[in-house]
């Protein structure tokens, strides 16, 4: 297991980077979500789950989520206001409490998710 990773959020996808030397050696980097464009990508400190902010111009947006270091990706159902639809999921950052997440999205929201992001309020 790396000692550090470098999550990177390009238009092109995800970048990750690993070190194992205290950040002065790295991997080559590892491109995952590969035509999404990333916004926020984080690690969740509490279960080391990875969740990425995505958009495409065809699909639009999704949140999606790794337990397994990037390898698979699970895609949520995601925030939804239909009096105001989500453009992009613009930052997420996990809460104090398990299973809270919270998500901002444009144009100007902000979701609160109490179970991991299955639902959202």
């Not at 969740?44 to 999606?64: E, Q, T, V």
């Not at 999205?105 to 998710?113: K, M, N, T």
């Amino acid at each position: 297991m790396a000692d550090t990773t470098l999550l990177v959020g390009t238009r092109k996808g995800l970048l990750k980077l690993d070190s194992e030397s205290g950040r002065s050696e790295w991997s080559e980097p590892q491109m995952f979500l590969e035509g999404w464009y990333i916004t926020d990508a984080i690690r969740d400190s509490r279960d080391g789950r990875i969740w990425a902010c995505c958009f495409n111009d065809i699909y639009g947006p999704k949140l999606s989520f790794s337990d397994d270091a990037c390898e698979s990706w699970t895609d949520v159902d995601g925030p939804k206001n239909p009096d105001e639809p989500v453009d992009k999921f613009l930052e997420g950052r996990a809460g104090t409490e398990d299973g809270v997440l919270f998500c901002g999205a444009a144009p100007g929201q902000l979701y609160r998710s109490d179970d991991s992001g299955k639902t959202s309020s």
